[in-house]
């Protein structure tokens, strides 16, 4: 019989000299039963375990030392944690957080990876399956990318799979990150793939926008066109002023010295015609490229609408 003081650090020693494959989340009685039984079906490793004893006791005269206190610690953690279909998981998956890797308590991608991996087990496969990148080259545009995981379960052997898909747009993101939509899209769906697995109920930090989405979104259909074709002639677009100013502020550029320094002259932004803030937009785009600036648009006002 397997000895019930032993610590779930030394029965997990005794099945992986044994080759066993240990169940993630497996508690203390389960590596007992799994030990017992590797014992029962081994006379070879009992007489090799009676004769390691007897030469551990020759070699040294000091007793076999307790377990620290970070093993017991660790051991009554093991012993203690939930099944991931009860109702304490959520609260057991969050409390495995880092401080910085919480964003007002919403868990950031890189911190799921390392939560999801230590409580379900390896990754074995993780990346993009589909990539819709944005087709707008003149406009923030949006991308839409479906994104899969692939766990070795509870290192058991078999694998399991997540996949979830996440769309960026400059409605639904912070300017900082929609100038590179897909790859902000990519993050975000990586994100929500790892939550469905930890069944975790909140966001991922990266899903979190600090704009008024619902806002930014009626004034969208409002300012749609009503027919198939795009008027070039109609005055620039809700969307299009607000690219213009968010690349602006991030490229420290004046709105209204840039939007002027062209041939024609603008009072109000909104007298710009969509063909012309198409141009402007692909400039803007060449700065953000590397393009030099002009000295003489620098100096981003935030007041510029005044």
Request: charged share 25%; glycine share 4%; with cysteine.
């Amino acid at each position: 019989m397997t000895d019930t003081n032993k610590t779930i650090k030394e029965l997990k020693q005794i099945l992986s000299e044994h080759n066993c494959a240990i169940p993630n989340g497996a508690k203390k009685q389960d590596l007992i039963k799994l030990t017992e039984t590797i014992m029962s079906n081994d006379e070879d490793f009992v007489d090799a375990q009676s004769s390691s004893v007897a030469t551990f006791d020759d070699m040294f005269d000091e007793p076999v030392r307790d377990a620290t206190k970070e093993e017991k610690e660790q051991e009554s953690n093991e012993e203690e944690s939930p099944s991931i279909f009860s109702d304490g998981w959520n609260d057991y998956a969050m409390s495995h957080f880092k401080s910085n890797e919480l964003i007002d308590g919403n868990p950031v991608c890189a911190g799921l990876r390392r939560v999801a991996e230590l409580l379900l087990g390896e990754i074995i496969d993780s990346g993009p399956v589909q990539v819709f990148p944005a087709t707008d080259n003149n406009g923030p545009g949006r991308a839409t990318v479906v994104f899969k995981v692939t766990f070795n379960w509870m290192n058991s052997g078999q694998t399991k799979s997540f996949s979830e898909v996440a769309d960026v747009w400059h409605g639904n993101t912070d300017d900082l990150f929609c100038a590179h939509p897909a790859a902000t899209a990519s993050t975000r769906a990586e994100g929500r793939a790892l939550r469905k697995a930890l069944k975790l109920r909140c966001l991922a930090a990266e899903e979190l926008a600090k704009k008024n989405i619902v806002d930014i979104v009626k004034q969208a259909v409002a300012s749609a066109p009503t027919s198939g074709e795009y008027e070039h002639n109609k005055n620039i677009s809700s969307q299009q002023v607000q690219f213009i100013d968010a690349r602006c502020n991030q490229l420290d550029i004046d709105v209204t010295k840039f939007i002027n320094m062209g041939e024609n002259t603008y009072v109000n932004i909104n007298d710009i015609t969509r063909e012309s803030a198409k141009k402007m937009i692909k400039v803007l785009n060449t700065y953000q490229n590397g393009s030099e600036i002009p000295n003489k648009v620098k100096d981003y006002n935030m007041n510029w609408r005044e």
